[in-house]
T-cell receptor
């Protein structure tokens, strides 16, 4: 069974640029959620995708957007990067209608300078 | 607004010194209370799900319990390898809300 994978591992961008982060969900999982985790904080929910549609969104501006593909993999896109976007971005996969537990990837460390 | 509050922020134990971590959560609309372990620079690792008051689950030296307003993660005779951040999370609808975590340090 393949776990959740994310790419890239680390990324350095300049303020105002755009970035795309990628996630492959765990085999058999149909739902993907994205989280932002600042240093010393818990993960903050960005949005969730199910059947290629956004299923719910946290308190993040529209410049945070995403996609889910037919194979359940997903992308997180962030436009007009700001310094405060520097964080660990986590992808989690789960089974809709399951127990609610999520399985996380290793994360992408984004640094905005 | 749904909230999850964890205490203490940090906990330093000697190897073998048992203790408990606390998680307080918003009760309304709860669909599962989750515990995760997170090692530095890695994604959270799922540990337990609890659904109803009185429920308990165990895994090795860890035991999670749930009351109507709180959850506890009990660590019995911890070892240095138990050092990590332990995250509590509240499920409700599509959204999972995490606490800030308790950073546990176990010294040999």
């Amino acid at each position: 069974e393949t776990g959740v994978t994310q790419s890239p591992t680390h990324l350095i961008k300049t303020r105002g640029q755009q970035v795309t982060l990628r996630c492959s969900s765990q085999s058999g999982h149909n739902t993907v959620s994205w989280y932002q985790q600042a240093l010393g904080q818990g993960p903050q929910f960005i949005f969730q995708y199910y059947r290629e549609e956004e299923n719910g969104r946290g308190n993040f501006p529209p410049r945070f957007s995403g996609l889910q593909f037919p194979n359940y993999s997903s992308e997180l896109n962030v436009n007009a990067l700001e310094l405060d976007d520097s964080a660990l971005y986590l992808c989690a996969s789960s089974v809709r209608g399951g127990g609610g537990e999520q399985y996380f990837g290793p994360g992408t460390r984004l640094t905005v300078t | 607004e749904d909230q999850v509050t964890q205490s203490p922020e940090a906990l330093r134990l000697q190897e073998g010194e048992s203790s408990s971590l606390n998680c307080s959560y918003t009760v309304s609309g709860l669909r599962g209370l989750f515990w995760y372990r997170q090692d530095p620079g890695k994604g959270p690792e799922f540990l337990f799900t609890l659904y109803s008051a009185g429920e308990e689950k165990e895994k090795e030296r860890l035991k999670a319990t749930l009351t109507k307003k709180e959850s506890f993660l009990h660590i019995t005779a911890p070892k240095p390898e138990d050092s990590a951040t332990y995250l509590c999370a509240r499920g409700g609808g599509f959204k999972t809300i995490f606490g800030a975590g308790t950073r546990l340090f176990v010294k040999a």
